[in-house]
């Protein structure tokens, strides 16, 4: 299994601000996801990260709202952008190999006030 | 599309007990995985199980095992022996198997059983 960080951990922020969110992943991995998951609610997948290319984006999110950049095989970064109280969620970012499950890292509490 | 159903919001069980949480699913796929994953109140997604649809035999970690009935795309979690530590909420996810010029990997995920152990 792969050992994953994300900075912060938690954060309240004021509407129209932005807020970037990191992922570090202990080893290289092929591919990185960023999910949200809203209060009480189960985990939607936001995007696929990819090296080195435009991030994936599931239906209903856009690149403008939520960029995504992923420099290198063991870091990702998601961005909020121009937040709203809906945003407020958890964050979270995982990791997998083709044919093998994926690991979550520990999530990033997000308060819009 | 596929999509995944967990029809027990929560779930009660005393310690030591047995108790089995349900998932369905649906897909027309043949080739897949499916996984059940912890969420305890430090929000930690943990793996606790995997199945891989063209084994038969059930899969077991420790306390947990699956019941995995294809022909009914059905996936339960049995955990025996149930401990405060077993609190938490439980997803089902479905994953069709990768391939390298085709499907994204991801995960689809069932709504969640909340499941409290009691001492």
Known sequence: SAVISQKPSRDICQRGTSLTIQCQVDSQVTMM???????????????????????????????DKFPISRPNLTFSTLTVSNMSPEDSSIYLCSVAHPYTEQYFGPGTRLTVT | AQTVTQSQP???VQEAETVTLS????????????????????????LVIRQEAYKQQNATENRFSVNFQKAAKSFSLKISDSQLGDTAMYFCAFKPRANYGGATNKLIFGTGTLLA???
């Open chain 1, 33 to 63: 996801f960023w999910y949200r998951q809203q209060p009480g609610q189960s985990l939607t997948l936001i995007a696929t990260a990819n090296q080195g290319s435009e991030a994936t984006y599931e239906s209903g999110f856009v690149i």
């Open chain 2, 10 to 12: 929560e779930m009660s």
């Open chain 2, 23 to 46: 998932c369905t699913y649906d897909t027309s796929e043949n080739n897949y995985y499916l996984f059940w994953y912890k969420q305890p109140p430090s929000r930690q997604m943990i």
């Open chain 2, 117 to 119: 152990v009691q001492p």
